[in-house]
Nanobody
Framework: VQLQAFGGGLVQAGGSLSLSCAAS????????LGWFRQAPGVEREFVAA????????YYADSVKGRFTISRDNAKNTVYLQMNSLKSEDTAAYYC???????????????WGQGTLVTVSS
């Protein structure tokens, strides 16, 4: 099983970044997918989740209206479009797969490595 996240980098506040996460080794289309983030000294927190079909999405209040999660089951890839970035969005971002699209990290079985997003003010 492998989840590999891409797209992190340095961006100015107000800018945009698009993260992607390519998966392999499991039945991608059967799994809910989530994005979490972790800043230094802070617990990992939920960002967004999407159901197996892509029919439902969920967001943390802090990113609602600015971030969009999507998936392409044909490409085994999940995306996170991040707009209107703020300095408080600076963190390592992780993609994860679980049977349900939930906001608890404990519900996810597979995790990718983090990709670092730094937002300069």
């Amino acid at each position: 099983v492998q989840l590999q996240a891409f797209g992190g980098g340095l961006v100015q506040a107000g800018g945009s970044l698009s993260l992607s996460c390519a998966a392999s080794g499991f039945a991608f289309a059967d799994y809910g997918l989530g994005w979490f983030r972790q800043a230094p000294g802070v617990e990992r927190e939920f960002v967004a989740a999407i159901t197996w079909s892509g029919g439902s999405t969920y967001y943390a209040d802090s990113v609602k209206g600015r971030f969009t999660i999507s998936r392409d089951n044909a490409k085994n890839t999940v995306y996170l479009q991040m707009n209107s970035l703020k300095s408080e969005d600076t963190a390592a971002y992780y993609c994860a797969a679980g049977r349900l699209a939930l906001d608890s990290a404990n519900e996810y079985h597979y995790w990718g490595q983090g990709t670092l997003v730094t937002v300069s003010s």
